[in-house]
């Protein structure tokens, strides 16, 4: 967070995480709080038994400065190193002149105190940033510490930042894989839960992409690198929670502006404690003006004024929020975003590769008389056996299933735009759209020309066989997302998609959404967000598979991009990314936001509500140091507290 004039305790923190390493003894962390705490109490002690030696005012001088060094030194030093930097009105140096002031005016038990609670405050509050950075870091920071590489038949184990594109990396079964690259072997299974939360192994044949993170799970497979160490999926993905926390929110950044004007105004409120009643006195002298008294009123004042609870809590709200949304696999790519998704009325979902699988499967076959199912079925699938189109793949999928094995095909010729024509047992066949059929002057029953659906068609020589219709499928949680946003009051929820208008609102009917737009190109897209963005009223989430979808993800006020597993053009341009796939986690993340900021308004109203009560008790010489103490930071500690629960809340 670097030094400012709001840092307050969080720069001081920073500066001792940094540094210190991984798990200090306790006795490191603690021992200094130990030792002054001890000589502290046994001082409070010695006092109210009246100890002889203790009752000499050098001894006890002596005695709490022991107490005070080991927890002021650390607090003294940032405030000199504030003051050379010109930020004058640090929370180290308000600090600073209380606890020495305490010491001017004697009271030597509240200097330490406040030094003690403080440093404790500060310690605690060190522990929950480090816990929030290091939930996210475990569990993005996933990449191994090294790679195996096949140089000249040999194996060598090499850091991942020295391998170069084009080296052949070879991962054990369970070993994860240290860089992207393309598969080598036939098929592999990989668990892919680093980059989608989600633990279901998914299948990599030979030429595909297999991304860093990635787990091998069945066999040892060999990966030529197509990708160096920054530039990986994983990398990218860690660099963009790391990022998220310097995009600030628009409550952090009225803090940061806040605590700008707030501090100095504050310490010249303390000062003004003090100079008052002595010119007051001066005016009237049945006044008795004690300046120990109002110092100590000045010095209440400023302890209380720190606004450590306000400046510590509420990035580490944001920061806890997008920890735990990205456990979930939802990446926010800044605390700006988890607060403008609370504000969504409006979501557009794209429909192909968002709604739907964007993967073909077989809905019905419909045969002619003259030949049963099986017969069509196995034709078709023989004739698109070696095909690698979606469709074909489909249908051969679907013969698999049905247990029907494919038959022998000789002289196979793909005509692009209209399908195969191939011989079985001696007879021409014909597999394709209904334009193959004309082409070759088959006649086929005319109902067949207003299918909306995706129709294979087949004709046996100059006979037409039959029909299998096939269709983009549903994804599982597809009616769930419409319903969890149904449940979150937003009620404005449309389609818009490339695909045929009917086929469209058949997918609309049977998720319940009213409306849906089909016919659409990529500008037509951004047409109809313009459109809805003219209506000021409206705050829209345009959720879409990113690729061709980039320019409307860019438009809408929050773009939710289906970012799978590594979409460039997604991770680009959306602001939330799902790496998950799953379109149920939109309102998942719109109530990540709603619990995040419902967090950080607790803390807010908290801290100015007890600081408010305290410094006007303060002021009216009715609150000592100690109630000065618990309002700075005994009030950060419950904030920090409250701020660490988004953890558990959000789900």
Aim: proline share 4%; hydrophobic share 45%; with cysteine.
């Amino acid at each position: 967070m670097g030094h400012h004039s709001c840092t307050c305790c969080c720069a001081h923190g920073n500066a001792q995480t940094a540094h210190a390493p991984e798990n200090p003894g306790f006795l490191k962390e603690y021992g200094r709080i130990l030792l002054s705490a001890l000589f502290l109490f046994s001082g409070i002690a010695m006092k109210a038994m009246h100890t002889d030696f203790f009752t000499d005012g050098t001894v006890m001088l002596a005695w709490y400065l022991a107490a005070y060094l080991p927890v002021g030194l650390p607090v003294l030093k940032e405030a000199w190193e504030s003051m050379l930097q010109k930020d004058i009105f640090s929370e180290f140096t308000l600090m600073s002149i209380a606890t020495l002031g305490a010491f001017y005016i004697k009271e030597y038990p509240e200097g330490v105190a406040v030094m003690l609670f403080y440093s404790l405050g500060e310690l605690f509050q060190d522990k929950a940033v480090s816990r929030a950075k290091r939930n996210i870091g475990a569990l993005l920071d996933v990449r191994p510490e090294t790679a195996t590489v096949i140089k000249g038949g040999e194996a060598v184990t090499e850091s991942p930042r020295n391998v170069q594109i084009g080296d052949i990396i070879e991962v054990k079964t369970g070993e994860r894989v240290p860089l992207d690259g393309r598969m080598l072997g036939e098929a592999a299974a990989f668990n892919t839960s680093a980059l989608t939360g989600e633990s279901v192994p998914r299948t990599i044949r030979k030429g595909e992409e297999v991304l860093a993170g990635m787990i091998a799970t069945d066999k040892v497979v060999r990966v030529e690198v197509t990708k160096p160490f920054e530039k990986s999926a994983l990398s990218r993905i860690l660099e963009l929670v790391q990022d998220a926390s310097e995009r600030k929110a628009p409550a952090e950044l009225f803090i940061r502006k806040f605590a700008r004007i707030y501090t100095p105004i504050v310490t010249g409120l303390a000062v003004l404690i003090v100079l008052l009643p002595l010119l007051y006195s001066s005016v009237d002298a049945q006044f008795q003006f004690v300046f120990d008294d109002w110092l100590y009123r000045a010095l209440v004042f400023l302890v209380i004024s720190c606004p450590c609870a306000l400046v510590v809590s509420i990035p580490l709200g944001y920061f806890g929020g997008i920890g735990a949304a990205s456990r979930l696999g939802i990446l926010f790519k800044g605390g700006n975003y988890l607060d403008a998704i609370t504000k969504i009325n409006t979501v557009v979902f794209d429909k192909t590769g968002t709604l739907t699988k964007g993967t073909f499967e077989v809905q019905s076959c419909h045969t002619h008389p003259d030949i049963s199912e099986e017969k069509l079925i196995q034709i078709i699938a023989s004739a698109e056996r070696n095909s690698t189109h979606p469709i074909a793949k489909a249908v051969t999928g679907y013969a698999e299933q049905r247990r029907i094995a494919p038959v022998p095909t000789t002289e196979v010729t793909e005509i692009a735009g209209h399908g195969i024509e191939t011989t079985i047992e001696g007879q021409r066949i014909l597999v394709g759209n209904t334009r193959l059929l004309s082409k070759y002057g088959v006649d086929y029953p005319q109902e067949l020309s207003a299918i909306t659906d995706t129709a294979v068609v087949c004709a046996v020589g100059q006979s037409y066989a039959g029909y299998l219709l096939l269709s983009d499928t549903l994804k599982a949680d597809a009616r769930k997302a419409i319903e969890d946003l149904e449940a979150l009051n937003i009620n404005n929820i449309q389609i818009l998609s490339g695909d045929k208008q009917a086929i469209v609102t058949n997918f609309a009917n049977r998720l319940g959404v009213r409306q849906a737009y089909g016919d659409l190109l990529p500008d037509g897209k951004v047409e109809h967000i313009e459109e809805l963005r003219r209506n000021a009223a409206n705050r829209i989430a345009f959720v879409g598979d990113g690729i061709n979808d980039a320019p409307v993800l860019a438009l809408s006020h929050v773009g939710i991009a289906m970012g799978g597993l590594g979409s460039d053009a997604a991770i680009e341009t959306a602001d939330v990314v799902i790496q998950t796939d799953q379109p149920s986690k939109v309102a998942t993340a719109i109530r990540a936001g709603k619990q995040t900021r419902r967090i950080v308004w607790q803390n807010i109203s908290l801290a100015f509500g007890v600081k408010l009560l305290v410094l006007i008790l303060g002021a009216g010489g009715l609150a000592t140091l100690w109630e000065a103490v618990f309002a700075d930071v005994g009030v950060a500690l419950i904030a920090i507290v409250n701020a660490v629960r988004i953890q558990k809340l959000i789900k």
